[in-house]
């Protein structure tokens, strides 16, 4: 059996950022439904995330938000509050309407106490040449680990969805992999979403055993809470 941490008080500054993504927090009971503008109007990458959920808590024992259009909301209130019910992402989708959906969960950590260590990578403009296709989307400057000839070789990008938090992305080149990189990035870019006011998140599918190791060198434990979204598990 897996033994989560419990979970401390949740940060206001995550409250806060809970609140405007998706309209309510916390919780009222296992599962509240939130209709909310919000997932009418366009993401940091100038998407229109339908829906979007939070669960806190181990296995999401602290109840859970679920943030739907305002119009939707009254369909998905009658869809009952199990969203692990089988059946239940067919319903949702049928309840938001076209276009379709492909609804699941994955892991959601937030962290007040990144890993102390270095700063080993360098902030950059999204527009500097060395910064690789997959980073240029991010809204906001990008870490990276550059080697000897100046080529970049891990890099982390930052999604800013509001100003209390931030989401924090990491990728290695293939051949860079299992030095720490991605660790250290990840934990350099934590340590400055906190200097900056905000806090830092860090998401992943749940089947991404590696992604997960990261997050726990990093300083961002698995407290149990879990992220519902139009999910696209990892291949």
């Not at 940060?11 to 509240?32: D, K, M």
């Not at 990728?171 to 990840?186: D, Q």
Request: aromatic share 8%; proline share 10%.
């Amino acid at each position: 059996m897996t033994h989560l941490p419990s979970s401390p008080p949740t940060p206001a500054r995550l409250v806060v950022h809970l609140r405007s993504r998706l309209g309510a927090w916390p919780p009222q009971g296992p599962l509240t439904v939130a209709g909310s503008p919000a997932r009418l109007a366009p993401g940091w990458d100038g998407r229109v995330e339908r829906v979007l959920g939070v669960a806190a808590g181990a296995g999401g024992a602290g109840g859970a938000v679920l943030s739907v259009p305002p119009d939707a909301a009254d369909a998905v209130r009658a869809l009952g509050e199990d969203l692990h019910a089988s059946g239940y992402a067919e319903r949702l989708a049928a309840a938001l309407g076209p276009p379709p959906i492909t609804f699941g969960w994955g892991v959601y950590r937030w962290s007040v106490t990144p890993t102390p260590g270095e700063d080993t990578g360098r902030w950059l403009p999204r527009s500097d040449p060395r910064v690789p296709l997959w980073l240029q989307p991010f809204n906001g400057d990008v870490c990276v680990v550059l080697d000897a000839g100046g080529r970049y070789v891990a890099g982390v990008g930052l999604k800013r969805h509001d100003e209390a938090g931030w989401e924090i992305a990491v990728g290695t080149a293939p051949e860079a992999r299992g030095r720490g990189l991605a660790r250290g990035l990840v934990a350099q870019a934590a340590r400055a979403v906190l200097a900056a006011g905000a806090v830092p998140l860090y998401l992943h599918d749940r089947a991404n055993l590696a992604s997960a190791r990261t997050a726990v060198a990093a300083g961002f434990p698995d407290r149990g809470w879990r992220v519902y979204a139009h999910w696209a598990p990892a291949a």
